[in-house]
Every structure is written in structure tokens, then in C-alpha cells.
């Protein structure tokens, strides 16, 4: 088989078959295909799209590139949930409690954050003591004993698809809809799940910007998912705004024990109580309203509260934060600069350009520029209002925490460029814009 022939039949538009896909992906990850013949066939990938068979060989071949995951000792019970990313999305530390509460086995690998995105394990590592490395066996032996267990995903999983998005990246491939998708469920099926809950944002903040690109995305992604023989649901939710008030690790922590204890921001629990009813629904077969209904019980019944603190206990993290939670952030410790960021003028907050919030708090500390920075665990951002609320001139919008005033700076000029202002209350958006099953 000639590489310059794979390229050429999909440069022409044809549908590639299984052995050149699989010749591809193996010949690349293996060191036998050049950089700039692999450049060319993604290039016309993105040009000329995949059918749902080709993305699924594709996606097989990358899953199949490292480690996978068994979980099959967990039968249908086993349940992951994914995010394609989002500000101050910390849906996982909520949902992933709830749904071990009731009865799931939650196995999770998670990443960390760049950009304007925060990640899972970043905001784990908030909590003083926290592992999130452990040994297969530990981490197996976890979910069978308390249902949840969340460490940072390691570079064998989906090896083919860390080499192949490093090329997209510097190839202005990345932003392909059949590309992204493959790359996405390659890690959610090497990870090993039966039971797959995508949550596909799209807005300012989102990978996807609008919401037909977003469920374009989830109806891919579910597709793919069913033919590897999951079970597979996706909810379009918005990040036009960020999620919740708090942005920077331990604030949205702390913000995450809030919705456990029943008294968090109404956006980010709606987001999470869908998500864990969908979780609930794929693994049990219960219809959604009864899962509803299952997911708000554990909720007010302190179920979920309590298997997030054996959670955190049990990989290590201190816990007193949790007990001594007052409904105020501060339980995982204070930032020595906070800063009141203020309305120059009266009026309505008309939106929030979510990724410049995500931007801003980065700056302050929560985030990386590159992989491999370190971050300020206690840095980000406290809004005090969203976009819809008035504002009077001189109130506070948001409150940044940080370590050093000399960061300040540039995160207030994000802030600037992420809020406009009007006389007129903006028409409310619909934060879930439905679900694909
Ligand atoms: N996230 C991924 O894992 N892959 C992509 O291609 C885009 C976002």
C-alpha cells in the first residue's frame, strides 16, 4: 500500500476502507509515516469529511494505538461523562458523587486545563493532599469499594491521538468536526465505560461556537459511540457565560460543594442534574423523570455530599473543608490580593464573552499558558453578577483572587473586553438546547 495513493483517493473525495485507515493511523503512530504525508491526508480529511464507517475504524485504530481500560467486572454499571470544555465547568465533581451515590461505578480519567479552559484534575489537585495518580489496581479497587474514582488520564491512552492532534495544531486541521469527534471517543472508549454522557457546549467559552456545530459534534460522536456498542447519550448546553459564579481551581471546588449541600448557583445545577440523570438513565434503564427525580433526592437527602467526602478522603484530600463548608469560599484557603473589579457605569450586563473571563482568570493564576506552567491553586475569578443582572456604576462585578497585584493588570483588561453593557435587560438564553440519545 502506497501513503501517497490514501491520499490522493481522499484529496478526490472517496471513502477510505478500513486497511488504509488503519495503515495510516499505525504507519503514523509507529514512526513509518512522515509528518508531512499524515499533514496531507488530515488536510484532506478536513476538507472532505469521513462517513460514519470510516469514523469508526478511524476512532477504533486510535483507541486501539495504546492501553485500554476493562471494566467489564462492573457489567452495565460502569459510567463516564465528558465535557468538550468549558469556564467554570466543574459539572464532574458534582455529577461524578451523585451518580456513585446511586449506585454507578464511576472510573474516570480526566486532563487538565489550558488555555482558557480549566480541567478536572487541576481543580482536584485544589484539594491539600489529593492524588490523582494511582495504580490500576488501586483505582479499580476504588470504584468497586465507594463507586468513584477520577485520576489524570496517562499518555497511553489513545497514543495516536496525542501525535496526530500535536500535528492538527500546527496544521489548522483541529476545527473539523470528524476529526474532533474521533479524537474525543477514541480516549472515552479506550477509558472503558459502557454508559457515555457527553456534555457538548457550544458559545463564547465553547470549542463550538454555535449551537448547530455543537450538535452536529454530539450527533457524531453518539454515532460512533453506538457502533463500538456503547450506550450513549449527549446534552447540548451552553457557554455563552461561564458556568456557576466561581473560575480558578479551588473556588469552583468549593462552588462544587455548594450544589452537593443543595445551595449552588441554579445554572450550574440545572447543567449537572441533567447530566446525571442521563448517567443515571443509560446504566439503570430508569426514564428520565424518575432518574430526575433519583438525582435531586440524593441531592436533598445529603447522599451525594457525603460520597464526595469519601471521595476525597479516600484519595487522600483533606476533607475538613467540606464539614466546615458556611456557603462562602475561603474552606481551601484565601488568596493574599483580592481585587474588586467595578461597573464604570449603570446598566444591564447584555454578555460575557466566556472565553476572555477563562483568559482572565488564567492570568491570574489558574490557569497555564503552556503545558507544563504551574498554577495558583487558590487564583481566579468570583463573579457577582451575569450577563441579565443591572448593575449600578461602582458596584462590584467580580472579585479576582490572586497571589501578586502585578497580575491584576492584564486580567482586568480581559474583563474589559469580555462585558458589554446596555440599557435594555438581553432575552434570557436556554442553558440546555436539548438532548441527543
Ligand atoms: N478535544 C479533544 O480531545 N480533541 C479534539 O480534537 C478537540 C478537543
Known amino acids: 500500500m502506497r501513503f501517497y495513493d490514501i491520499i490522493q483517493k481522499k484529496r478526490d473525495g472517496a471513502a477510505l476502507s478500513e486497511e488504509e485507515i488503519r495503515y495510516a493511523v499505525d504507519g503514523f503512530t509507529g514512526g513509518s509515516v512522515p509528518d508531512y504525508q499524515m499533514s496531507a491526508l488530515l488536510m484532506a480529511i478536513f476538507l472532505r469529511g469521513m462517513d460514519s464507517r470510516e469514523l469508526s475504524v478511524l476512532t477504533d485504530a486510535m483507541m486501539r494505538s495504546g492501553e485500554t481500560v476493562d471494566l467489564s467486572m462492573f457489567g452495565n454499571l460502569s ?23 446511586l449506585g454507578g461505578k464511576v472510573a474516570k480519567m480526566s486532563g487538565r486545563g489550558l488555555g482558557h479552559t480549566g480541567g478536572t484534575v487541576d481543580k482536584l489537585e485544589a484539594i491539600p493532599g489529593f492524588k490523582t495518580a494511582l495504580s490500576r489496581e488501586e483505582f479499580l479497587r476504588q470504584v468497586e469499594e465507594i463507586g468513584v474514582a477520577v485520576i489524570g488520564a496517562t499518555g497511553n491512552l489513545a497514543p495516536a491521538d496525542k501525535k496526530i492532534y500535536a500535528l492538527r495544531d500546527v496544521t489548522a486541521t483541529v476545527d473539523s468536526i470528524p476529526l474532533i469527534a474521533s479524537s474525543i471517543m477514541s480516549k472515552k472508549l479506550a477509558s472503558g465505560s459502557q454508559n457515555i454522557v457527553l456534555d457538548v457546549k457550544y458559545g463564547s467559552g465553547a470549542f463550538m461556537k454555535t449551537v448547530e456545530a455543537a450538535r452536529q459534534l454530539a450527533g457524531t460522536m453518539v454515532e460512533i459511540g453506538k457502533a463500538s456498542g456503547r450506550n450513549m447519550a449527549a446534552v447540548i448546553t451552553n457557554m455563552d457565560i461561564p458556568l456557576g459564579y466561581a473560575v480558578g ?30 448517567m443515571l438513565s443509560l446504566f439503570s434503564g430508569l426514564p428520565d423523570d424518575e432518574s430526575t427525580a433519583r438525582v435531586e433526592e440524593a ?8 460520597k464526595f467526602e469519601e471521595w476525597i478522603v479516600r484519595q487522600g484530600g483533606r476533607a475538613d473543608f467540606i464539614a466546615d463548608f458556611i456557603g ?16 464604570a457605569a449603570d446598566g444591564y450586563i447584555t454578555g460575557m464573552d466566556a472565553e476572555k473571563i477563562g483568559k482572565a482568570a488564567s492570568a491570574l493564576g489558574a490557569g497555564r499558558a503552556q503545558a507544563g506552567d504551574t498554577i495558583d491553586p487558590l487564583a481566579g475569578i468570583i463573579l457577582k ?9 461602582g458596584e462590584t462585578i467580580a472579585e479576582l483572587h490572586t497571589s501578586k497585584d502585578a497580575l491584576l493588570e492584564e486580567a482586568c483588561a480581559y474583563l474589559d473586553g469580555a462585558l458589554t453593557f446596555g440599557p435594555d435587560k438581553p432575552a434570557p438564553q436556554p442553558l440546555i438546547s436539548g438532548v441527543i440519545q
Open 79 to 101: 459510567v463516564d461523562k465528558h465535557s468538550t470544555g468549558g469556564v467554570g465547568d466543574k459539572t464532574t465533581l458534582i455529577v461524578a458523587p451523585i451518580v456513585a451515590a
Open 249 to 278: 481551581n479551588a473556588l469552583e471546588v468549593e462552588e462544587s460543594v455548594a450544589v452537593l449541600s443543595g445551595q449552588g448557583p441554579e445554572d450550574l445545577w440545572q447543567v449537572s442534574r441533567a447530566l446525571a440523570a442521563r
Open 299 to 306: 441531592v436533598s437527602g445529603g447522599a451525594a455530599l457525603r
Open 328 to 343: 462562602e469560599p475561603g474552606g481551601l484557603g484565601v488568596s493574599p490580593v483580592r481585587y474588586a473589579y467595578k461597573a
Open 385 to 393: 453578577r451575569k450577563t441579565g443582572d443591572f448593575c449600578r456604576a
